[in-house]
């Protein structure tokens, strides 16, 4: 959710299931964090209650039960997308920083390459975001490793294999 969502720029409907969206998390999160910061929760509950339909009103979010987890809401291979998404956009992100150019620019392209078609597919239904968050004109989605110049290489990280060496045998090496 971000916050041209919020704000309506995709159309009332979707602006509409964005609050809903929001308003749903928030009254979730106060009621499971009431037993730990009571006032704060208190609080956050009175405004949310406006919103309530009368016979839902409590006089206080302490006298609510914890949310029952909802098995229909959860969506495996929409988390696999988003997941993908960010990992691309972080990707972006540190190549940027890498790079020194400010988010400010807009690149040209961001070329995604992966071997699992699943995966690009993912990536490719959220394309949208992708172009926004890393504020490019294109995004190229290919399996093609070849036709960019990419080349695989392995080598080993010495610090962390050290590191799980000790931790599992117990032995230091005294270099």
């Not at 940027?96 to 239904?125: G, N």
């Amino acid at each position: 959710m971000n916050r041209k969502r919020l704000k309506g720029e995709g159309g009332v409907q979707d602006c509409h299931h964005a609050l809903l969206t929001l308003y749903h998390v928030l009254y979730s999160v106060v009621r499971v964090m009431a037993p730990f910061t009571p006032f704060l929760t208190e609080h956050m509950y009175r405004n949310l209650r406006h919103f309530l339909k009368a016979d839902a009103i409590m006089d206080s979010v302490h006298y609510l039960m914890l949310p029952e987890p909802r098995s229909d809401l959860i969506h495996e291979d929409i988390e696999r997308a988003v997941s993908r998404m960010q990992g691309v956009i972080d990707l972006g992100r540190v190549i940027r920083d890498r790079k020194t150019i400010p988010v400010k620019y807009p690149l040209p392209e961001v070329v995604v390459i992966h071997q699992d078609e699943q995966c690009l597919q993912d990536i490719a239904s959220f394309e949208r975001y992708i172009l926004e968050e890393l504020y490019v004109r294109h995004v190229t989605i290919t399996s093609d490793k070849k036709k960019y110049g990419v080349t695989l290489r392995a080598e080993p990280d010495h610090k962390t294999i050290m590191r799980n060496y000790r931790q599992y045998t117990g032995n230091y090496i005294v270099a």
